[in-house]
Protein backbone atom coordinates (compact mmCIF):
# COMPACT_ATOMS: atom_id res chain seq x y z
CA UNK A 1 0.00 0.00 0.00
CA UNK A 2 1.12 3.25 -0.53
CA UNK A 3 2.35 5.38 2.61
CA UNK A 4 1.50 9.49 2.90
CA UNK A 5 3.77 11.01 5.30
CA UNK A 6 3.27 14.50 6.83
CA UNK A 7 6.24 15.26 9.48
CA UNK A 8 4.61 18.22 10.44
CA UNK A 9 1.74 17.15 13.33
CA UNK A 10 1.46 21.37 13.38
CA UNK A 11 2.30 24.72 12.35
CA UNK A 12 1.50 27.92 12.82
CA UNK A 13 1.59 30.96 10.95
CA UNK A 14 0.97 34.99 11.09
CA UNK A 15 -1.50 36.49 9.19
CA UNK A 16 -0.54 37.48 5.52
CA UNK A 17 2.40 35.45 5.82
CA UNK A 18 3.42 32.42 4.00
CA UNK A 19 3.34 28.69 4.76
CA UNK A 20 4.46 25.42 3.22
CA UNK A 21 3.45 22.69 4.50
CA UNK A 22 5.40 19.10 4.21
CA UNK A 23 3.97 15.41 2.40
CA UNK A 24 6.21 12.71 1.02
CA UNK A 25 5.25 9.73 -0.19
CA UNK A 26 5.93 6.40 -0.90
CA UNK A 27 5.37 4.33 -4.37
CA UNK A 28 6.93 2.60 -7.05
CA UNK A 29 3.57 3.62 -9.78
CA UNK A 30 4.73 6.24 -12.42
CA UNK A 31 0.92 7.90 -12.92
CA UNK A 32 -0.90 8.40 -9.89
CA UNK A 33 -2.58 11.97 -8.49
CA UNK A 34 -1.97 13.93 -5.64
CA UNK A 35 -4.24 16.07 -2.95
CA UNK A 36 -4.33 18.62 -0.63
CA UNK A 37 -7.53 18.91 1.70
CA UNK A 38 -8.81 21.11 4.52
CA UNK A 39 -10.61 20.25 7.16
CA UNK A 40 -11.78 22.90 9.39
CA UNK A 41 -12.92 22.88 12.92
CA UNK A 42 -16.63 22.22 11.70
CA UNK A 43 -15.15 18.71 9.78
CA UNK A 44 -16.66 18.87 6.59
CA UNK A 45 -13.37 18.22 4.27
CA UNK A 46 -12.91 20.63 1.11
CA UNK A 47 -10.43 19.98 -1.45
CA UNK A 48 -7.58 22.88 -1.66
CA UNK A 49 -6.01 21.71 -4.64
CA UNK A 50 -4.70 18.36 -6.82
CA UNK A 51 -1.83 17.31 -9.32
CA UNK A 52 -1.69 14.72 -11.73
CA UNK A 53 1.67 12.92 -11.92
CA UNK A 54 2.05 13.55 -15.43
CA UNK A 55 2.03 17.31 -15.53
CA UNK A 56 5.28 18.79 -14.27
CA UNK A 57 3.76 22.12 -14.42
CA UNK A 58 2.75 22.73 -10.39
CA UNK A 59 -0.58 23.30 -9.77
CA UNK A 60 -2.26 26.23 -8.63
CA UNK A 61 -5.45 27.41 -6.93
CA UNK A 62 -5.27 31.33 -6.08
CA UNK A 63 -3.27 31.53 -2.70
CA UNK A 64 -2.55 27.93 -2.62
CA UNK A 65 0.44 26.38 -4.88
CA UNK A 66 2.24 23.27 -4.64
CA UNK A 67 5.69 22.26 -5.11
CA UNK A 68 6.04 19.18 -6.71
CA UNK A 69 8.74 17.10 -6.66
CA UNK A 70 8.25 13.65 -8.58
CA UNK A 71 11.54 12.21 -8.18
CA UNK A 72 11.97 13.33 -4.48
CA UNK A 73 8.43 12.00 -3.70
CA UNK A 74 7.52 15.66 -2.68
CA UNK A 75 4.80 17.33 -2.28
CA UNK A 76 4.35 20.81 -0.46
CA UNK A 77 1.71 22.78 -0.08
CA UNK A 78 2.42 26.58 0.18
CA UNK A 79 -0.78 29.17 1.66
CA UNK A 80 0.19 32.62 0.78
CA UNK A 81 -0.75 35.64 2.62
CA UNK A 82 -2.26 33.19 5.01
CA UNK A 83 -6.13 34.44 6.68
CA UNK A 84 -7.84 33.10 9.41
CA UNK A 85 -9.83 30.96 7.84
CA UNK A 86 -6.87 28.99 6.66
CA UNK A 87 -6.84 27.60 9.98
CA UNK A 88 -7.73 23.99 9.59
CA UNK A 89 -5.82 20.67 9.60
CA UNK A 90 -4.59 19.67 6.18
CA UNK A 91 -4.38 16.28 4.44
CA UNK A 92 -2.00 15.01 1.95
CA UNK A 93 -3.68 12.28 0.00
CA UNK A 94 -2.41 10.12 -2.85
CA UNK A 95 -4.48 8.41 -5.59
CA UNK A 96 -3.49 5.46 -7.62
CA UNK A 97 -5.18 5.18 -11.46
CA UNK A 98 -5.68 1.22 -10.56
CA UNK A 99 -7.69 1.47 -6.65
CA UNK A 100 -11.27 3.40 -7.76
CA UNK A 101 -11.35 6.22 -5.33
CA UNK A 102 -9.38 4.67 -2.36
CA UNK A 103 -7.29 7.54 -1.28
CA UNK A 104 -3.98 7.37 1.15
CA UNK A 105 -4.10 9.77 3.59
CA UNK A 106 -1.45 11.35 5.58
CA UNK A 107 -1.84 12.16 9.66
CA UNK A 108 -2.71 15.39 9.14
CA UNK A 109 -1.08 19.03 9.73
CA UNK A 110 -2.83 21.20 12.17
CA UNK A 111 -2.13 24.90 10.95
CA UNK A 112 -2.79 27.59 13.30
CA UNK A 113 -3.10 31.35 11.98
CA UNK A 114 -2.11 33.99 14.51
CA UNK A 115 -3.66 36.98 14.26
CA UNK B 1 -26.69 21.31 -5.92
CA UNK B 2 -26.67 19.56 -2.28
CA UNK B 3 -24.12 18.00 -0.69
CA UNK B 4 -23.05 15.08 0.74
CA UNK B 5 -25.33 13.97 3.28
CA UNK B 6 -25.07 11.93 6.19
CA UNK B 7 -27.44 10.92 8.77
CA UNK B 8 -27.02 10.72 11.78
CA UNK B 9 -24.66 12.97 12.36
CA UNK B 10 -24.14 11.88 16.01
CA UNK B 11 -25.21 8.42 17.88
CA UNK B 12 -24.31 6.59 21.08
CA UNK B 13 -24.37 2.99 21.05
CA UNK B 14 -22.90 0.13 23.75
CA UNK B 15 -20.82 -2.65 22.68
CA UNK B 16 -22.29 -5.13 20.80
CA UNK B 17 -24.66 -3.87 19.08
CA UNK B 18 -25.18 -2.96 15.36
CA UNK B 19 -25.68 0.77 13.73
CA UNK B 20 -26.21 1.58 10.44
CA UNK B 21 -24.97 4.71 8.71
CA UNK B 22 -26.48 6.29 5.92
CA UNK B 23 -24.75 8.47 2.97
CA UNK B 24 -26.34 10.40 0.15
CA UNK B 25 -24.07 11.43 -2.58
CA UNK B 26 -24.03 14.34 -4.89
CA UNK B 27 -26.91 13.98 -7.54
CA UNK B 28 -25.21 11.99 -10.24
CA UNK B 29 -22.04 10.95 -8.46
CA UNK B 30 -22.21 7.01 -8.62
CA UNK B 31 -18.98 6.76 -6.79
CA UNK B 32 -19.33 6.65 -2.77
CA UNK B 33 -16.53 5.92 -0.74
CA UNK B 34 -15.89 5.52 3.30
CA UNK B 35 -13.77 6.11 5.62
CA UNK B 36 -12.63 6.04 9.56
CA UNK B 37 -11.49 8.63 10.90
CA UNK B 38 -9.33 8.44 14.63
CA UNK B 39 -7.12 10.28 16.49
CA UNK B 40 -4.73 7.57 16.28
CA UNK B 41 -5.06 5.67 13.16
CA UNK B 42 -5.66 9.18 11.03
CA UNK B 43 -8.04 8.36 7.83
CA UNK B 44 -8.69 5.05 7.30
CA UNK B 45 -10.38 3.79 3.61
CA UNK B 46 -13.01 1.39 4.29
CA UNK B 47 -14.76 0.21 0.97
CA UNK B 48 -16.02 2.07 -2.07
CA UNK B 49 -19.03 1.34 -4.34
CA UNK B 50 -19.30 2.29 -7.96
CA UNK B 51 -23.06 1.50 -9.31
CA UNK B 52 -24.21 -1.21 -6.83
CA UNK B 53 -21.19 -2.60 -6.91
CA UNK B 54 -18.21 -2.79 -4.20
CA UNK B 55 -15.14 -1.72 -6.16
CA UNK B 56 -12.54 -1.90 -3.21
CA UNK B 57 -12.34 -2.35 0.50
CA UNK B 58 -9.83 -1.16 2.47
CA UNK B 59 -8.09 -3.74 5.37
CA UNK B 60 -11.41 -3.66 7.97
CA UNK B 61 -12.57 -6.96 9.67
CA UNK B 62 -15.81 -8.16 8.58
CA UNK B 63 -17.89 -6.85 10.81
CA UNK B 64 -17.51 -3.40 8.73
CA UNK B 65 -19.99 -4.13 5.97
CA UNK B 66 -21.71 -1.45 2.82
CA UNK B 67 -23.78 -1.29 0.59
CA UNK B 68 -25.39 1.17 -2.49
CA UNK B 69 -28.63 1.58 -3.81
CA UNK B 70 -29.57 2.42 -7.78
CA UNK B 71 -30.39 6.23 -6.44
CA UNK B 72 -26.51 5.81 -5.46
CA UNK B 73 -27.85 6.55 -1.75
CA UNK B 74 -24.82 4.09 0.45
CA UNK B 75 -24.75 2.55 3.76
CA UNK B 76 -22.35 1.18 6.28
CA UNK B 77 -23.31 -1.52 8.80
CA UNK B 78 -21.13 -1.83 11.58
CA UNK B 79 -22.04 -5.21 13.73
CA UNK B 80 -20.93 -6.68 17.12
CA UNK B 81 -19.72 -2.99 17.75
CA UNK B 82 -16.27 -2.56 20.01
CA UNK B 83 -14.96 -0.03 21.80
CA UNK B 84 -12.42 0.69 19.05
CA UNK B 85 -14.61 1.45 16.78
CA UNK B 86 -15.63 4.68 18.30
CA UNK B 87 -14.31 7.26 15.58
CA UNK B 88 -15.63 9.92 12.57
CA UNK B 89 -17.20 8.08 9.67
CA UNK B 90 -16.91 9.83 6.72
CA UNK B 91 -18.99 9.25 3.18
CA UNK B 92 -17.55 10.67 0.21
CA UNK B 93 -18.72 10.97 -3.50
CA UNK B 94 -17.32 11.48 -7.07
CA UNK B 95 -18.49 11.73 -10.10
CA UNK B 96 -16.13 9.29 -12.03
CA UNK B 97 -14.50 6.13 -11.58
CA UNK B 98 -11.34 7.11 -13.37
CA UNK B 99 -9.42 10.36 -14.00
CA UNK B 100 -7.94 12.70 -11.29
CA UNK B 101 -11.71 12.14 -9.03
CA UNK B 102 -11.82 14.50 -6.62
CA UNK B 103 -13.72 13.37 -3.27
CA UNK B 104 -16.49 15.61 -1.99
CA UNK B 105 -17.10 14.64 1.51
CA UNK B 106 -19.92 14.58 3.92
CA UNK B 107 -19.87 15.94 7.26
CA UNK B 108 -19.67 12.53 8.86
CA UNK B 109 -21.42 10.93 11.51
CA UNK B 110 -19.76 10.58 15.39
CA UNK B 111 -20.39 7.01 16.63
CA UNK B 112 -19.10 6.66 19.97
CA UNK B 113 -19.43 3.02 21.33
CA UNK B 114 -19.41 2.73 25.54
Known amino acids: AQTVTQSQPEMSVQEAETVTLSCTYD???????LFWYKQPPSRQMILVIR??????QNATENRFSVNFQKAAKSFSLKISDSQLGDAAMYFC????????????FGTGTSLTVIP | KAGVTQTPRYLIKTRGQQVTLSCSPISGHRSVSWYQQTPGQGLQFLFE???????NKGNFPGRFSGRQFSNSRSEMNVSTLELGDSALYLC?????????????FGAGSRLTVL
Open chain 1, 51 to 56: QEAYKQ
Open chain 2, 92 to 104: ASSDQGAGANVLT
Open chain 1, 27 to 33: TSESDYY
Open chain 2, 49 to 55: YFSETQR
Open chain 1, 93 to 104: AYRSPNTGNQFY
